[in-house]
Nanobody
Framework: VQLQASGGGLVQAGGSLRLSCTAS???????????MGWYRQAPGKERELVAI???????TYEESVKGRFTIFENNSKKTVYLQMNMLKPEDTGVYYC?????????WGQGTLVTVSS
């Protein structure tokens, strides 16, 4: 399993970004069995869950991003997205794509999001 994340960048507070993460080295019938998600790590802090979407499309968000971020998938493209609106400086960090099945987790390389005030 390989995860390729993209879409990070520099944005002003109140702006938007969309992150994408495409899975490779797996076929579609395998992809749909994975829980997909996004974590982030701010400078000097632990990595934390931002959002996940399960195989039955149940979603979970970290409290501070509720109402601002949306996680969704395009299964045919084996891609999970994170739409981030109303960004705040505290959203700054490296965002990591995540895939999990049967207690085995895979991580993408991370994409940097910087929100200026």
């Amino acid at each position: 399993v390989q995860l390729q994340a993209s879409g990070g960048g520099l944005v002003q507070a109140g702006g938007s970004l969309r992150l994408s993460c495409t899975a490779s080295r797996m076929i579609l019938s395998e992809y749909i069995t994975y829980t997909m998600g996004w974590y982030r790590q701010a400078p000097g802090k632990e990595r934390e869950l931002v959002a996940i979407i399960t195989t039955d499309n149940s979603v979970t968000y970290e409290e501070s991003v509720k109402g601002r971020f949306t996680i969704f998938e395009n299964n045919s493209k084996k891609t999970v997205y994170l739409q981030m609106n109303m960004l705040k400086p505290e959203d700054t960090g490296v965002y990591y794509c995540y895939a999990e099945r049967l207690s085995t987790a895979y991580w993408g390389q991370g994409t940097l999001v910087t929100v200026s005030s």
